[in-house]
């Protein structure tokens, strides 16, 4: 039963256009758990314990972001939770930019050379500035994923559409994770980054019109 009220559901306009936002948090996921870490890695002017503090500072974002977005919701959401994903996506934008700027292009699988150690911007590339991406990358993460329940919640509050929605999300996740991993070994890193680009955008807007949509048939209810 609960396998076919899944599929029912994803039939529906609501969570076809979820789907899209499940799909980057998939991606993005692959990003900054697998690929980041490597291209960490593989620059030899960073030592190579840089890539636990990245993986911590991915962390503490996800738990800034936790606290702001989750714990304290009622307050920072009271503009609508189109907005804080539109935050969430402006911030991952931002942090492509500065990874396009800052990283080898071709460190994702391979090590590179010393003289290569150079993004499109700034030679050598700055340990710095790689802490404060990953922080981004988690903070944003944390706003893509706490949005996301949220509406879910609000949009599915029985048990017998909750679950299927949230199997959904997960499936959807973990597949384009897997797909990101799969691509990740011969795609270089400005088309990773041109991808996520595209799918934070395509991802945004469609949780911003399943977020409007409830909102108007929410104002027409209690009117």
Do not use: C
């Given at each position: 039963m609960a396998l076919v009220n899944a599929v029912k559901l994803l039939f529906t306009f609501n969570m076809g256009c979820l789907c899209l936002t499940f799909i980057y948090t998939g991606y993005e996921l692959n990003f900054w758990s697998g690929v980041f870490g490597n291209i960490?890695?593989?620059?030899?002017?960073?030592?190579?314990?840089?890539i636990g503090i990245a993986a911590a500072f991915v962390g503490v974002g996800e738990?800034?972001?936790?606290?702001?977005?989750?714990?304290?919701g009622q307050y920072t959401n009271k503009?609508?939770?189109?907005?804080?994903v539109l935050l969430?996506?402006?911030?991952?934008?931002?942090?492509f930019l500065l990874i396009f700027f800052n990283?080898?292009?071709?460190?994702?699988?391979?090590p590179v050379s010393?003289?290569?150690?150079?993004?499109y911007l700034f030679n050598p590339s700055i340990i710095y500035l790689v802490h404060l991406c990953a922080f981004l990358l988690g903070f944003a993460d944390s706003i893509f994923n706490t949005q996301l329940y949220s509406l879910i919640g609000v949009l599915y509050p029985t048990d017998d559409l909750s679950a299927p929605a949230i199997a959904l999300f997960k499936f959807f996740q973990s597949i384009t994770a897997a797909v990101g991993f799969l691509t990740s070994t011969f795609l270089a890193l400005?088309?990773?980054?041109?991808?996520?680009?595209v799918l934070a955008t395509t991802g945004t807007l469609s949780f911003a019109v399943v977020e409007w949509k409830h909102r108007r048939m929410s104002q027409r209810g209690s009117n």
């Open positions: 960490i890695g593989n620059v030899p002017t960073f030592m190579k314990y840089n738990m800034v972001a936790g606290a702001l977005f989750g714990i304290l503009f609508g939770r189109d907005v804080v969430g996506m402006l911030v991952h934008l931002l942090t990283m080898p292009d071709n460190a994702i699988n391979t010393e003289e290569d150690s150079k993004g400005k088309w990773q980054l041109l991808i996520l680009t």
